[in-house]
Structure formats: structure tokens, C-alpha cells
């Protein structure tokens, strides 16, 4: 198969590696890249990932420690990492891309530390300006079963829409719809993350299904208004990779859900426990007093995330606070 | 009408409107503009009482506009391609400043598109025809003028004719560092390097030099501001009877740069690719890490094709602009008249409480005197600040050593006896604020800058 139609992969962590394998089972060439070489040798001679061993992995995916195979034999490149290693991972492969090169990132978080947008952090990184996010209620061990899923592909270039959309796009088990609004993507994709937290303290402290699907509908009424001030679409925050994401990590499998549960315990304090979503609702309200929106969801979670009020209490004036505004 | 009429129909417009466009480059024209124009024309400019006197202030012409910033590597790119100049736009004297800040800094002339009303002026006219200049009629929105106006642009670069484009459009009638550019003809700068990339010529570079101009007091000021003030600005007509079309302004005008130097500053950037990448000495783009790319590759398909893709060529134009934006507020040279325009604004803004211009356009001539002292170190604050930020720009290269006191003393020359009516004057130990829109039109010019704490209202 040519360098056109083969797809690369930075990163064998789960979804990495579930992703991968979807593709790899629907007869596309795959190389994954990963700087473990026991992963590769793993994945190379086992066809399986330690990461995730669910995962069937046949012949038509390979593996490679070698950024400069990833680059040569792949121009389209998922950049799978976590959102700490991002800005060094791109860093990493972009001295073997050039501007031919489509990335596109699979983070569903802020970067850290600096909690800028991954778009913005990995194109310091990487010689080509065609970048996007995907991003959606995708899980990894879904995925690896073969199980019903969905994904948005969002960039400002038509071009890595299209290319994506064509290279990833595997129904029944993935379908990979399009969206020009990169920003908003990321940003609901990585609010969902700050939500997700809010859903588990909601559950934690025993609220029922009621209180529980105002918290969402507030959660994505004003992750919208955050978004169009930030000069995003509002749509995007009720699809996938907001209200589908949201949904879909409200369980224990979810870091940040598991958060929200111990917070809602007291277990956490202001200096422990920071996932992806925390740290989502904390820049997330930074930008919010930035742009001078009303965001009573996140606010009330960072001042618990502080330690600056109770669970109970700050759940009380979320809904006062959003029952003034809205 | 059958087919072919409609060919014919179709190749009589394309060629009226390219006739129509089409500039000329006459060297002998050039030379002598570049020899004796100048000197022809600042004595006729001249505000000195004598001929002598006139004769001695143009020797020091180069003086009153300095040309400066990465010049070196803009001539060296001109030898390995071709330049696409890049300018903020404030005034009409902007082409023939730019056109003599290239010949200060040794490089080479242009061709540029210019507003057809400017060629009303016959004298003016001959001398941007065949200097470069092509017509472009801003009235003519249809889809066929516009491709004809991007084919003749592009066919120009492709041919290694170094070009100018105002990247902002029009005149900024605020005069903010630009911040949000039309982009226009610039488009054509990809297209043409990848019609080159796809004839087998990817050495044949193209450049995008920034650069600002830098004026201490802007000609046609007071039209400017009260256009954007009244919001019928921003493109939707086009102003024919600004102080550009005055004879006698032109002539304060020069008297005024004449008179004062350094009174223009033309700043010229490290020059770019089409793709916004910045490029080494030695004309090699450079990815935002900082290594070395191969520009041919933003163009080029999976198996190193070059593809054709209208809309990833804009978003590349669009990266390109977000790039300049970036740069020019770096390259912004700040005279006294912005400094000194900027703490009384702070100031009267600290007054009110309100940085909005409509409202400070109604406070009481009684609140707007700010004591002399007070300026001075309002000045010396944000002088200090300028020092420690360079992305905000620069204070005047020649002024540096400049006391404050010096330079509350010729900004309040500029603002007070150049424009029809004085923005600020001196009363023994007392600024007084005449003209409050000149008053915000100069010191936007540091609109970049943020509102230091205790400095004016946020």
C-alpha cells in the first residue's frame, strides 16, 4: 500500500493501539509508532499490546521505534499520547515530517502544563500547518471489541477533514464524521474531562437521575457560551466530542469520574489528585474570567477542587447561581 | 449567444480589464526618480526661506527617513528570489516612503498595486506608472476582475518581479498596529510558488519581508480618525478628498519631515516564506522548532505531487497573516508623538474611568490639562517598559538617550502645529488637550501595549 493510504500512529497506549487495531482488522496499513521497545517487540511478534490486551492486532499493523519510519511510510500521522507527553512527542516526530504531513491528535485534555490547546502546543513542535483533533465518546475497550463507535475529525484545512475521514473512517466499528471547528472541538472534548469530574461528585453525594441531567444540560448550556466567546461553534459542544465524550466517561473507568466520587467523599485535598479533567475545570474558568463568561458549573467545582468550599455546598450554589443566569 | 461568442466575449473582458491594470517599469523613470526626483522635489518642498537652506536640508534627506532593521538578509534573499514587501498601511505617503526606504536599504524597487483614485493626479500618476505601479479599481468587486488582478500578480511573482502588497488593504484609519489583515494579492504568493515547485523550480524562492512605517505625524490624520470614529470607513467607500489630494498638505507635509529628522523610520523585518515560516541567513524556511523545512513540501501531495487545493492555499495565506501580525508590533517604531499621546490618554482615561473614546470624546475641556511633570514621568514609565518588552516595538533608533523633558517638547511640536488644529498645546507647567480624537488616533499607535497598574483605566 502507498505512503497515501497507509496511517500512522504515535503512541501504543490504549487508544492508540485499539484505534490501530480497528484500522488494521478493516485492511488498512498501519505503523504504530512507540519509544517502548518492548511494546513494538510485543506487537511485532505476539500481534498483541500489553497496554491493551484485548486488542487483536493483525499482520497489516506493524510497529517501530523508529520516528523516521513513521514519518517516511505514513503522510497522515494520530498523534496518541497523553496529554503530558504531547508537546515532547511532537517535538519528537517532527524532525522527520515536512509541510506534506497531516497530523492530527487523538488528546481529549488540555496540554500540560501550560493548558493551552493541543493544536496550539504541537504546531511549536511540527513543520506542517494541516493539524486537527479527533475526538468522541470512542473507548478504547469498545473499540477493540468492535463495538458501535463514533468520532469527530475537526481542522481548519478541508484537506485533513477529508483525508481523515478516508483513512480512519471503518464503519460499523468506527465512524469518523467532519467538522471545521478545530477549537471547539478540543475545547469540548477537553471541558467534557472537567464535567466528567462534576458528574462523579453529583453521584457521589447521591443526587438522583433529576439533579443529575440538569448538571449535564447546564454543563453543556455553558461549556456553548465558553466556546462561541473563545470563537467556537456552539453545535460542537452538543456533539460528540462534547456531550458524546461527556456521557461516555461518566463511569468508574474514568479517571476524572473516580475524582469526583473522592471528592464528594472529602477523600481529596487541594493538593492531591489533579487529572485531566481538574485541571480542565480550573483552566477553564481562568478563560472564563478572561472573556467574561458565567460559568457556575466549573466555578463551583474549581472551589471545591481548592478546597475553598464543601461538595454539598457548592452543588447548592451551582444551582442558585445557574437558576440567576439562565 | 453560441459558445464561442461567449469565449470571445469572455477574452475581450479579460483582455480590457488586464490593459486596464497593467503597469510598466521605465528604468530611465526610476532613475531619475531615485536621482534627482528626490532632490527636485524637496526643493519644491522645501521650508526653508532660501534656496540655499533648502539645498542644505536635502543632503540630509536621508536623515528624515531611516530606513533599518534586517536589511542585510532582505538583500541577500533578493539575490536568491524574489522580495514580496509587506508594509502597514496608515498613509497615502506610505508608496512613496516604502519606495524610498527600498533604495535606502539597497533593494530593489517593486511593482505594486495601487487605488486607481490615485491616479487622478497627473504628476503623480506618470511617475506610479512606470515605477511599477499597477491600477487596481476597488469599486470592481465581480469574480473576474478579481482573478484578473490575481493572474497578473501571480504571472509577476512567477517571473521574479519583486512586489508590494499592503497586507491590511486600505489605509488603517485607527492607526493600530495592524492586527486583522484582508490579505488579498498576498494569496497569490503561494500559487505562484507552487506553479514554480510544479515547473521543476523549487529553488526559486520567494520572500516575504515585513516591514512598518513608521511616521512621527501621519498626513491625513484627522480624516482617517473621524472616518473610523464615524464608522463609515473600513472599505465601504473609498475617501477621495483626504488631505492626499490637497497640494497644500502634501507641501506642509514634506515641510514637516524636512524639518525634523528621523521623521519617518521604514523597519524591515526578517524576511518569511509564503507558509509564514521564518527562514535562516541564509534564506532557508525554518519550521516553528527552529529546523530547517523544505517549503516545496507544503505543496506537495503523499507521493511528492504537487496538488492543487484552493482552500488549504488560503488557510496557508491565513497562517502567513497571523504571522505578520505577530511581527509588526515588534517592528513598530514609536516616536514621541505616540509616547506623549499615550500617557495623556492613560491619563484621562484614569480621570474618567473609561478608556472608551465616545464617552472621553465628551468630557469637559477642564478635566483634560495634565501637568508637565506628571507626563514626563508617565513617559519615563512606559519608556522603561518598552526597554524590557521588544515585542511591543521600539522607541525611535536615534532618540534613545532622549531625556523625557525632550521628548514631551517635540511631541508637543507634532501634535500642536502640524494638523489643522493642534491635538495638544503647552501652557506654562500644563498639557492641554484640544483635539482628544488625535489624541486616541496617535496613541493607538501603542494600543498593543497593555494598561500599566495606576497608568489609566483598563
Not at chain 1, 516526530?93 to 506534506?100: E, K, N, T, V
Not at chain 2, 480618525?225 to 490637497?246: N, Q
Amino acid at each position: 500500500m502507498s505512503r497515501a493510504d497507509t496511517i500512522g500512529i504515535a503512541g501504543a497506549g490504549r487508544f492508540g493501539t485499539a484505534l490501530g487495531s480497528v484500522l488494521a482488522r478493516a485492511g488498512r496499513r498501519v505503523v504504530v509508532w512507540s519509544r517502548d521497545t518492548a511494546v513494538v517487540d510485543a506487537i511485532q511478534t505476539q500481534r498483541t499490546c500489553p497496554r491493551l490486551p484485548i486488542a487483536t492486532l493483525p499482520p497489516p499493523l506493524e510497529a517501530t521505534a523508529d520516528p523516521r519510519r513513521l514519518a517516511g511510510e505514513a503522510r497522515l500521522v494520530v498523534l496518541a499520547v497523553t496529554s503530558a507527553d504531547v508537546r515532547d512527542r511532537a517535538h519528537e516526530i517532527g524532525q522527520f515530517l515536512d509541510g506534506s504531513h497531516i497530523v492530527v491528535h487523538a488528546v481529549g485534555a488540555l496540554a500540560a502544563p501550560s493548558n493551552e490547546r493541543v493544536s496550539e502546543v504541537i504546531e511549536q513542535g511540527l513543520p506542517t500547518l494541516k493539524l486537527g483533533v479527533i475526538a468522541g465518546p470512542a473507548l478504547p475497550g469498545d473499540l477493540a471489541a468492535g463495538q458501535f463507535s463514533s468520532m469527530v475529525v475537526a481542522s481548519a484545512f478541508d484537506e485533513v477533514v477529508a483525508e481523515t475521514r478516508r483513512l480512519i473512517n471503518a464503519p460499523p466499528a468506527l465512524r469518523v464524521y467532519g467538522s471545521k471547528d478545530l477549537a471547539g472541538v478540543e475545547l469540548a472534548s477537553a471541558l467534557s474531562g472537567a464535567y466528567t469530574v462534576a458528574l462523579g461528585l453529583c453521584d457521589g453525594l447521591g443526587m438522583g437521575p433529576g439533579p443529575r441531567a440538569v448538571l449535564i444540560t447546564r454543563a453543556i448550556a455553558e461549556a456553548s457560551r465558553l466556546g462561541i466567546a473563545s470563537g467556537a461553534e456552539s453545535r460542537t459542544f452538543a456533539g460528540l466530542a462534547g456531550l458524546g465524550n461527556l456521557l461516555v466517561r461518566a463511569s468508574e473507568r474514568s479517571a476524572d469520574y473516580v475524582l469526583g466520587r473522592r471528592l464528594s467523599e472529602g477523600v481529596v485535598t487541594a493538593d492531591t489528585g489533579r487529572t485531566e479533567g481538574a485541571r480542565a475545570a480550573l483552566a477553564g474558568v481562568e478563560l472564563a474570567n478572561k472573556l467574561r463568561v458565567r460559568v457556575p458549573v466549573l466555578a463551583g467545582l474549581a472551589a471545591v477542587l481548592a478546597g475553598r468550599a464543601e461538595p454539598r455546598d457548592a452543588a447548592q450554589l451551582i444551582g442558585d447561581s445557574v437558576a440567576d443566569v439562565e | 449567444m453560441s459558445e464561442e461568442d461567449k469565449q470571445a466575449e469572455l477574452r475581450g473582458l479579460v483582455r480590457h480589464y488586464g490593459q486596464d491594470v497593467v503597469g510598466n517599469f521605465d528604468p530611465r523613470v526610476y532613475k531619475f526618480a531615485t536621482g534627482v526626483g528626490p532632490s527636485l522635489m524637496g526643493v519644491l518642498f522645501s521650508p526653508m526661506s532660501s534656496l540655499r537652506d533648502g539645498v542644505a536640508a536635502l543632503r540630509n534627506l536621508d536623515h528624515r527617513i531611516i530606513a533599518d532593521g534586517e536589511i542585510e538578509i532582505a538583500r541577500g534573499c533578493a539575490e536568491r528570489g524574489t522580495l514580496i514587501v509587506t508594509p502597514t498601511h496608515s498613509s497615502n505617503m506610505d508608496s512613496p516612503a516604502i519606495g524610498y526606504g527600498l533604495m535606502r536599504a539597497g533593494l530593489p524597487p517593486t511593482t505594486y498595486g495601487a487605488g486607481k483614485n490615485l491616479f487622478s493626479n497627473p504628476f503623480i500618476s506618470f511617475f506610479m506608472r512606470n515605477l511599477g505601479a499597477y491600477r487596481v479599481d476597488r469599486r470592481l468587486k465581480f469574480e473576474l476582475y478579481k482573478d484578473v488582478l490575481k493572474e497578473y500578480s501571480t504571472v509577476l511573482l512567477e517571473h521574479g518581479y519583486h512586489s508590494l502588497f499592503f497586507p491590511g488593504g486600505t489605509r488603517c484609519r485607527s492607526n493600530v498596529v495592524e492586527n486583522h489583515l484582508k490579505l488579498g494579492l498576498l494569496g497569490t504568493t503561494v500559487t505562484a510558488y507552487k506553479n514554480l515547485v510544479r515547473e521543476g523550480m523549487p529553488h526559486k524562492r520567494l520572500y516575504i519581508v515585513p516591514v512598518t512605517i513608521n511616521y512621527r505625524v501621519v498626513l491625513e490624520a484627522e480624516t482617517l480618525i473621524d472616518d473610523y470614529l464615524a464608522e463609515t470607513g473600513k472599505s465601504r467607500y473609498i475617501i477621495t478628498d483626504d488631505e492626499f489630494s490637497r497640494v497644500g498638505r502634501i507641501v506642509e507635509f514634506f515641510r514637516k519631515i524636512l524639518a525634523h529628522e528621523g521623521s519617518v523610520v521604514v523597519r524591515f523585518g526578517r524576511p518569511l516564506d509564503p507558509f509564514g515560516n521564518t527562514i535562516t541567513d541564509d534564506g532557508e524556511s525554518l519550521d516553528r522548532a527552529g529546523r530547517v523545512v523544505d517549503p516545496a513540501s507544503f505543496v506537495r501531495g503523499a507521493d511528492g505531487e504537487v496538488t492543487d487545493d484552493d482552500q488549504r492555499d488560503a488557510e496557508y495565506t491565513r497562517a502567513l497573516g497571523r504571522r505578520l501580525v505577530e511581527v509588526f508590533p515588534r517592528l513598530t517604531v514609536l516616536h514621541s508623538t505616540h509616547l506623549l499621546a499615550r500617557v495623556l490618554y492613560d491619563e484621562l482615561a484614569r480621570r474618567t474611568g473609561t478608556r472608551d473614546i465616545y464617552h472621553l470624546l465628551r468630557v469637559a475641556p477642564a478635566s483634560c490639562a495634565v501637568g508637565v511633570a506628571d507626563a514626563i514621568a508617565a513617559i519615563d514609565r512606559l519608556r522603561a517598559r518598552l526597554r524590557d518588552t521588544p515585542a511591543w516595538g521600539s522607541e525611535h533608533p536615534a532618540y534613545t538617550s532622549q531625556s523625557s523633558a525632550a521628548k514631551v517638547d517635540d511631541a508637543v511640536r507634532g501634535l500642536g502645529t502640524y494638523h489643522t488644529r493642534p491635538a495638544v498645546l503647552r501652557q506654562d507647567d500644563a498639557l492641554r488637550i484640544e483635539d482628544v480624537k488625535l489624541l486616541y488616533y496617535y496613541q493607538n499607535r501603542t494600543a498593543h501595549i497593555p494598561v500599566a497598574g495606576g497608568d489609566g483605566a483598563r
